[in-house]
């Protein structure tokens, strides 16, 4: 491994910001058409030269490799990060973009429906992930697991979309709560939402040799 972004003697900090590139690299942010976007905009941090320790591939499956790291921009790694970068060109990470939800132009952590999820006295453990929505850009989809003794119904579903509207504000409101008796997660505890997206969709699942179920 090797920082990209990161703090030097000489650069003054700003707290919350991962400062700016280290030498010899170059970041940009781009949108969804992988153009630059401007100071203080939303968008997609991509890295635009290789580096030493840079991943050259992975282990069996070379197209998911360049699938996922440079077929959406051509020639820049694609970190799978949101960010922005402000007037000084100080970079700030906004997270992983499968955590992110970008609903009806606002940008949703998934930590935060899933925490106003699990706040309910039902719920013990949820996962929420965005799908194609022909108005909104996004719309939220939410995987429970409820605790024991607890009954999933239509009625308790409709309760759950409430309890997130009001804790939340209506924006987040999920527009389906599906009830499961357990979520795929890797070896380390880490919910796979690609898996999730891909289930909901009825698509492959893809390489699922990291998941524990």
């Known amino acids: ?27 940009e942010i ?20 290789p580096w030493p320790s840079m991943l050259r591939t992975i282990y069996g499956d070379p197209d998911r490799y360049v699938s996922q790291y440079w077929s959406k ?19 700030w990470i906004i997270g992983r973009v499968d955590d992110v939800l970008k609903v009806s132009g606002h940008r949703l952590g998934t930590a935060e429906v899933e925490s106003a999820l699990v706040s309910h006295p039902d ?18 989809h939410c995987f429970v697991l409820l605790r024991t003794g607890i009954v999933g119904t239509p009625d308790l579903a409709e309760e759950l979309r409430q309890h997130v509207a009001k804790t ?4 987040a409101r999920p527009e389906e709560i599906k009830f499961a008796d357990k979520l795929p997660k890797t070896r380390s505890g880490k ?15 893809g390489d699922v040799s990291t998941l524990e179920e």
């Open 123 to 140: 719920v013990a453990e949820a996962a929420a992930i965005g799908l194609p929505h022909e108005v909104k850009g996004q719309g939220i």
């Open 168 to 171: 939340m504000g209506a924006i």
């Open 30 to 49: 781009v949108d969804e058409e992988g153009k630059p976007v401007g100071d203080d905009a939303e968008g997609y941090l991509v890295l635009k030269n």
């Open 73 to 91: 921009n051509p020639g820049k790694y694609t970190t799978g990060d949101s960010a922005k970068r402000d007037k000084d060109g100080y970079f």
């Open 1 to 27: 491994g090797m920082f990209m972004i990161t703090p030097t003697p000489v650069v003054p900090l700003k707290p919350g910001s991962g400062t700016r590139p280290f030498f010899g690299q170059e970041a």
């Open 191 to 205: 919910i796979m939402r690609r898996v999730l997206k891909a289930r909901a969709q009825g698509l492959p699942e």
